[in-house]
C-alpha cells in the first residue's frame, strides 16, 4: 500500500471546484480535513499516493462514471429522519391530503422527495397517505418519487430497512402495518411491501437544468437541501421544482429554503408549507 501524503491546499481547491462542476454543491472545507477523511478511502482503492493524483483522476473521469458518483457519494451529507420536522406531516394528515382527496375519490396522488436520501421522508409521506385512506375510508390512490444525487444513500432506501432507532417515531398503531420485523435479528425492520411497492427511486443532480422528471406531483418536499448551493443555483432549483408541483399542489420547504420565493406564484397555507395557484 502506497504511502498518501497529506491534502494540499491547491487540492482542496481543485477538489471544490470538482464538486461543483458536477454537482453545484459549494463546499467550505478551508483546512481540507472534511475533504481528507471523506475520501481518503477512494485514494486506497484506486491505489493513488496524493490527492494531487486523485484529482487528476476525477478530472479525466466522464460526467456519470463510477469514480465521479463515488467521489459525490462521499462528500454529501445524508441527514434525515422518519417524521423529521413533524409538523407538516401534522397538517398533511388533518388538512392537506383531505383536500387533495377531495378533488376527486379516484385521483392518483403523486409524492416527490426531492433530496431523499436514504428514505425516510418519502416512506413517512406514503405512510401518512395511507393512514389517511384508513381511517377514512378513502379510495385515492397514491405513489412516491425518491430522488437523490447520491447513488448509497438511493441503494438503502429501495430497500427500506432500518433499525428500531430510525423507525422509533413512527406511531405504533401505524408500525402494525407499515413495519416488518427481520425473521434474523429484532434490531433491523422493513417497510412493508404495500408501502415500499409504491416508492420509486432515482438519481437527479439539482444542478441540472433539466430534471427530466415526467408530469406533475401533488406534494413535495424540498427541505434542508438549498444550503449547499449558491444564490443563483438556489432559485434555479426552486424554478424548477415548482414547474413540478401540481395546480392546488403542496411544497415542504425547510425554513433555509423560503427566502427564494418571489415571483413563484405560490401562498403560504402553514408555516413552510405553500401550494401554487390553481389556473383559472
Given amino acids: 500500500m502506497k504511502h498518501i501524503s497529506k491534502i494540499k491546499k491547491e487540492s482542496v481547491t481543485r477538489l471544490c471546484e470538482i464538486a461543483y462542476r458536477e454537482s453545484g454543491l459549494v463546499l467550505k472545507d478551508e483546512g481540507g480535513e472534511f475533504l481528507e477523511n471523506r475520501l481518503l478511502p477512494e485514494l486506497k482503492k484506486y491505489n493513488l499516493a496524493s490527492f494531487e493524483d486523485y484529482c487528476t483522476h476525477l478530472s479525466s473521469a466522464p460526467k456519470e462514471s463510477a ?3 463515488d467521489f459525490i457519494n462521499k462528500i454529501t451529507t445524508n441527514t434525515t429522519s422518519f417524521y423529521r420536522e413533524r409538523h407538516h406531516f401534522d397538517w398533511l394528515e388533518k388538512t392537506g391530503i383531505g383536500k387533495l382527496a377531495a378533488a376527486s375519490s379516484q385521483r392518483r396522488i403523486k409524492v416527490w422527495s426531492v433530496a431523499c436520501s436514504s428514505g ?10 395511507e393512514k ?3 381511517d377514512n375510508a378513502a379510495t385515492f390512490s397514491f405513489e412516491g418519487l425518491g430522488t437523490d444525487i447520491s447513488t448509497k444513500v438511493l441503494k438503502a432506501a429501495e430497500t427500506g430497512v432500518y433499525d428500531a432507532d430510525t423507525i422509533a417515531p413512527i406511531p405504533e398503531s401505524v408500525k402494525k402495518w407499515s413495519i416488518l ?4 435479528t429484532d434490531k433491523r425492520y422493513r417497510i412493508s411491501d404495500d408501502i ?4 420509486s427511486w432515482r438519481r437527479l443532480n439539482l444542478s441540472d437544468r433539466d430534471f427530466g422528471l415526467p408530469g406533475t406531483f401533488d406534494i413535495i418536499f424540498l427541505r434542508n437541501v438549498l444550503i449547499y448551493f449558491d444564490v443563483d443555483l438556489k432559485k434555479q432549483i426552486l424554478r424548477n421544482v415548482v414547474k413540478r408541483l401540481s395546480d392546488g399542489g403542496y ?3 425547510g425554513h433555509s429554503e423560503t427566502s427564494f420565493l418571489e415571483g413563484l406564484d405560490l401562498e403560504t397555507v402553514a408555516p413552510t408549507i405553500y401550494t401554487k395557484h390553481r389556473r383559472r
Avoid at 181 to 184: A, G, H, Y
Fill in 67 to 69: 469514480a465521479i458518483k
Fill in 251 to 253: 411544497l415542504m420547504l
Fill in 120 to 129: 425516510p421522508e418519502l416512506y413517512s409521506t406514503l405512510i401518512s397517505l
Fill in 181 to 184: 420485523r427481520s425473521t434474523k
Fill in 196 to 199: 415500499r411497492n409504491k416508492a
Fill in 132 to 134: 389517511f385512506r384508513r
